[in-house]
């Protein structure tokens, strides 16, 4: 009975860390509902409550991604001082809302308006991202920063932010760490562009147009320029969004070219070593790209064969709630403990590099859109 016991005990005990594992983690699911709902409630009522006062304007401008990343540091703060957000992190799955998000959002992007429509855009984003990549990676290198870090700063500050620093960190293969680095560096520079961007373009008093390409090529999640644009107005929306949507419709292409520079030269040690195969290819590449695509094509086609707007509204709202859900986990994930052990170097590549995208995007926004006309 007794060596019975000890060879049960071992299982069982294994059993109830599973048990135990799973358990939390459905606690942190349940943790990023709550605040996700809880975001929804506050962008729905916190308007209604500045009604009237001095503080109605910025209540209306405030949009989702604002309550969300709040209500997750706060919930960070506190996880943290119960010693449970460790436990916890477990069930935040910040990559799996993102990646849900944007399958999503590939249906509401008409590819054959992008092509036909926006040449502005596309020229514009096929620029901005070389440029901006270029820098980043070139500075990055210059001060020594590790490759596959480097991939997804250069990503996400010249794309699209955290979607693309996923992407990237897919195809390059990257640390969980160095992933939840570069969101946090997304989040804290996308948060003050937000509502310094529409300021500014009031300041230079630049076209609705403009205003939008410049927005919409700057900040780096796709939620923040929907936020930033509906501070710029309405007009500024539409092209802010044209534009954004573009350089999403790219992350594809930059995550086959990262896979592929990767495999074939940067972890190949020597002329000796086996060239990768397409599986190897087709294992390290980020297959949600792939439902971006299909979502994108679907709805084109949907719509084009007379279906319902509706049911594109309604995957659109069940987007914004995954991404909800994704800047409350990436709330709930950000460790200054983490900006700290990565020194100043990646900061300053970071900055640099949006200091550069804020340049370029405003002079390629005044070649290609100064002179575009709105509706």
Same mark, same amino acid.
């Given at each position: 009975?007794?060596?019975?016991?000890?060879?049960?005990?071992?299982?069982?005990?294994?059993?109830?860390?599973?048990?135990?594992?799973?358990?939390?983690?459905?606690?942190?699911?349940?943790?990023?509902?709550?605040?996700?709902?809880?975001?929804?409630?506050?962008?729905?009522?916190?308007?209604?409550?500045?009604?009237?006062?001095?503080?109605?304007?910025?209540?209306?401008?405030?949009?989702?991604?604002?309550?969300?990343?709040?209500?997750?540091?706060?919930?960070?703060?506190?996880?943290?001082?119960?010693?449970?957000?460790?436990?916890?992190?477990?069930?935040?799955?910040?990559?799996?809302?993102?990646?849900?998000?944007?399958?999503?959002?590939?249906?509401?992007?008409?590819?054959?308006?992008?092509?036909?429509?926006?040449?502005?855009?596309?020229?514009?984003?096929?620029?901005?991202?070389?440029?901006?990549?270029?820098?980043?990676?070139?500075?990055?290198?210059?001060?020594?920063?590790?490759?596959?870090?480097?991939?997804?700063?250069?990503?996400?500050?010249?794309?699209?932010?955290?979607?693309? /620093?996923? *992407?990237? %960190?897919?195809?390059?293969?990257?640390?969980?760490?160095?992933? =939840?680095? @570069? &969101? +946090?560096?997304? !989040? $804290?520079?996308?948060?003050?562009?937000?509502?310094?961007?529409?300021?500014?373009?009031?300041?230079?008093?630049?076209?609705? /147009?403009? *205003?939008? %390409?410049?927005?919409?090529?700057?900040?780096?999640?796709?939620? =923040?320029? @929907? &936020? +930033?644009?509906? !501070? $710029?107005?309405?007009?500024?929306?539409?092209?802010?969004?044209?534009?954004?949507?573009?350089?999403?419709?790219?992350?594809?292409?930059? *995550?086959? %070219?990262?896979?592929?520079?990767?495999?074939?030269?940067?972890?190949?040690?020597? &002329?000796?070593?086996?060239?990768?195969?397409?599986?190897?290819?087709?294992?390290?590449?980020?297959?949600?790209?792939?439902?971006?695509?299909?979502?994108?094509?679907?709805?084109?086609?949907?719509?084009?064969?007379?279906?319902?707007?509706?049911?594109?509204?309604?995957?659109?709202?069940?987007?914004?709630?995954?991404?909800?859900?994704?800047?409350?986990?990436?709330?709930?994930?950000?460790?200054?403990?983490?900006?700290?052990?990565?020194?100043?170097?990646?900061?300053?590549?970071?900055?640099?590099?949006?200091?550069?995208?804020?340049?370029?995007?405003?002079?390629?926004?005044?070649?290609?859109?100064?002179?575009?006309?709105?509706?």
């Amino acid at each position: 009975m007794t060596e019975q016991a000890s060879r049960t005990s071992p299982e069982e005990r294994a059993e109830d860390r599973r048990s135990s594992g799973i358990g939390y983690a459905v606690a942190g699911v349940s943790v990023v509902l709550a605040l996700g709902a809880a975001t929804r409630f506050l962008e729905a009522q916190v308007p209604r409550w500045a009604d009237g006062t001095a503080f109605e304007g910025v209540a209306k401008s405030v949009e989702f991604p604002v309550y969300a990343i709040a209500l997750g540091l706060l919930g960070n703060v506190v996880l943290s001082r119960l010693a449970l957000r460790d436990a916890l992190s477990g069930g935040f799955r910040t990559e799996f809302f993102i990646k849900t998000g944007l399958v999503l959002l590939g249906a509401s992007i008409n590819l054959k308006v992008l092509v036909t429509a926006a040449g502005p855009a596309i020229i514009q984003a096929l620029l901005l991202i070389s440029i901006v990549f270029g820098f980043t990676w070139w500075l990055g290198g210059r001060l020594g920063l590790e490759d596959k870090l480097r991939a997804l700063l250069a990503s996400a500050v010249s794309i699209c932010g955290v979607s693309a /620093a996923i *992407a990237a %960190a897919g195809a390059v293969q990257a640390k969980r760490e160095q992933l =939840a680095y @570069a &969101a +946090s560096l997304v !989040i $804290a520079f996308a948060l003050p562009s937000i509502f310094l961007l529409p300021w500014l373009a009031r300041v230079f008093g630049l076209p609705d /147009a403009v *205003a939008g %390409a410049w927005i919409g090529g700057n900040i780096d999640t796709t939620a =923040a320029v @929907a &936020a +930033s644009g509906a !501070i $710029a107005g309405e007009d500024a929306l539409q092209i802010a969004t044209i534009v954004k949507t573009t350089q999403n419709a790219l992350i594809g292409i930059v *995550a086959i %070219a990262l896979t592929a520079y990767f495999a074939l030269k940067v972890e190949r040690r020597s &002329a000796q070593d086996a060239r990768p195969t397409v599986g190897q290819f087709w294992e390290r590449f980020p297959k949600f790209v792939l439902g971006f695509i299909a979502a994108s094509i679907v709805g084109t086609l949907y719509l084009q064969g007379g279906g319902d707007k509706a049911t594109i509204t309604t995957v659109n709202d069940l987007r914004t709630w995954f991404l909800i859900f994704a800047f409350v986990a990436i709330g709930l994930e950000f460790s200054l403990r983490g900006l700290r052990e990565a020194g100043w170097r990646p900061v300053a590549v970071f900055a640099s590099a949006t200091v550069v995208n804020i340049v370029v995007a405003l002079g390629l926004a005044l070649v290609l859109f100064g002179s575009f006309e709105v509706g």
